[in-house]
């Protein structure tokens, strides 16, 4: 059984940084590709982050190219999102997710397993 559990988020001021953490335990972390998601109250759940199972490429949704930087740390089991300069309409649930393909790729059906959420509140 793989799981998942988010950390690092918050309250920030626009502007502002945050780190999320994602661990991971259950199967080998390196070989498997890492994303974080996010849903706005009311809203679908859409992809943010992607980080391919070698770790030898990213992947960004155009509204945080630049701001948001995916990681991972394969000795810890751990993916990170270095999230800066946040605006207000970053304000989400974010999600850490991972699949069994090694190429998901952005969609949401892509994943098998998810971890609960951390909320990322950002104020104007």
């Known amino acids: 059984q793989v799981q998942l559990v988010e950390s690092g988020g918050g309250l920030v001021q626009a502007g502002g940084s945050l780190r999320l953490s994602c661990a991971a335990s259950?199967?080998?972390?390196?070989?498997?590709?890492m994303a974080w998601f996010r849903q706005a109250p009311g809203k679908e759940r859409v992809f943010v982050a992607s980080?391919?199972?070698?770790?030898?490429?990213?992947y960004y949704e155009d509204s945080v190219k630049g701001r948001f930087t995916i990681t991972r740390d394969n000795a810890k089991n751990t993916v990170y999102l270095q999230m800066n300069s946040l605006k207000p309409e970053d304000t989400a649930v974010y999600y850490c997710?991972?699949?069994?393909?090694?190429?998901?790729?952005?969609?949401?059906?892509?994943?098998?397993?998810w971890g609960q959420g951390t909320q990322v509140t950002v104020s104007s």
């Open positions: 980080v391919r199972w070698d770790g030898g490429a990213t």
């Open positions: 259950g199967r080998p972390f390196s070989n498997y590709p």
């Open positions: 997710a991972t699949g069994a393909s090694r190429y998901p790729g952005r969609l949401v059906n892509g994943y098998d397993y």
